[in-house]
C-alpha cells in the first residue's frame, strides 16, 4: 500500500539554528500537505502543495514540492521556541477506491528547541 | 467557533470493558474521520465517513466500531477494550481539504 515516509524522527537544534524535515512517498502525490502539532495540542493545517516544483514561504517556513510529485520539505530558517512541535506531511489516500478527502500522514518530525 | 468537539478528553477503561467516543463539528463538513495516534507513528486511519449515512474501514479498523449519527456527529465505539487500544484518538472533519482536528481524548486500557 501506499507509505508516506518522514525523516528526521526527532530534531534538536539551538534557537536561532536551521531545520528541515523530508517527506518521501512510494506514489505520486496530487497533492501534500503539511500540519503542525505542538506538544499536547491537536493536528494544525499549515499548507497544501499541488503543483511540481512548487514552493511556498510563510515568514521564516519554506515548503517545496518536489518535481515528480512524490517528495517534498518543510524548511524552517533561525527556529524560535515556538516552533517546538511535531512536523507532519500528509498526502491523499491512495489505497484503491475515492479518496473523499482521506490522507495518509507522515510519522512526524518532533522539534525541539533549545534556548 | 467550537470547530471539532470531542468528548471526552481523558478516560481510563479497564480491559474488557466498552466505551463510545464522541465528535461533533459545526463547520457543515461532509466528511469525518477518527484516527489514532501513538509514539512514532504519525496519525493511523481507523474509519471514515464520507457522507451522512456511510462509513467506511481505514488502515486500521479492528477493535472499533463507528456510527455517522447524522451530518454533525460521528462516534467511535470500542466494544471490547484491550491494552493495544491505548492512544491518542483524534476526531477530523473536512470539505476535501485541509482537514480540521478536535483536540483529541487520551485514552487508556489497563
Known amino acids: 500500500g501506499q507509505q508516506v515516509m518522514q525523516i528526521p524522527q526527532y530534531q534538536h537544534v539551538q534557537e536561532g539554528e536551521d531545520f528541515t524535515t523530508y517527506c518521501n512517498s512510494s506514489?505520486?502525490?496530487?497533492?501534500i500537505q503539511w500540519y503542525k502539532q505542538r506538544p499536547g495540542g491537536h493536528p494544525v493545517f499549515l499548507i497544501q502543495?499541488?503543483?511540481?516544483?512548487e514552493v511556498k514561504k510563510q515568514k521564516r517556513l519554506t515548503f517545496q514540492f518536489g518535481e515528480a510529485k512524490k517528495n517534498s520539505s518543510l524548511h524552517i530558517t533561525a527556529t524560535q521556541t515556538t516552533d517546538v512541535g511535531t512536523y507532519f506531511c500528509?498526502?491523499?489516500?491512495?489505497?484503491?477506491?475515492?479518496?473523499?478527502?482521506?490522507?495518509?500522514f507522515g510519522q512526524g518530525t518532533i522539534l525541539t528547541v533549545h534556548p | 467557533n467550537a470547530g471539532v468537539t470531542q468528548t471526552p478528553k481523558f478516560q481510563v477503561l479497564k480491559t474488557g470493558q466498552s466505551m463510545t467516543l464522541q465528535c461533533a463539528q459545526d463547520?457543515?463538513?461532509?466528511?469525518m474521520y477518527w484516527y489514532r495516534q501513538d509514539p512514532g507513528m504519525g496519525l493511523r486511519l481507523i474509519y471514515y465517513?464520507?457522507?451522512?449515512?456511510?462509513?467506511d474501514k481505514g488502515e486500521v479498523p479492528n477493535g472499533y466500531n463507528v456510527s455517522r449519527l447524522n451530518k454533525r456527529e460521528f462516534s467511535l465505539r470500542l466494544e471490547s477494550a484491550a491494552p493495544s487500544q491505548t492512544s491518542v484518538y483524534f476526531c477530523?472533519?473536512?470539505?476535501?481539504?485541509?482537514?480540521?482536528f478536535g483536540d483529541g481524548t487520551r485514552l487508556s486500557i489497563l
Open positions: 477530523a472533519s473536512s470539505e476535501f481539504q485541509p482537514q480540521h
Open positions: 506514489t505520486t502525490l496530487s497533492n
Open positions: 502543495l499541488v503543483k511540481s516544483g
Open positions: 500528509a498526502g491523499p489516500w491512495n489505497a484503491g477506491g475515492t479518496s473523499y478527502g482521506k490522507l495518509t
Open positions: 463547520m457543515n463538513h461532509n466528511s
Open positions: 465517513s464520507a457522507s451522512e449515512g456511510t462509513t
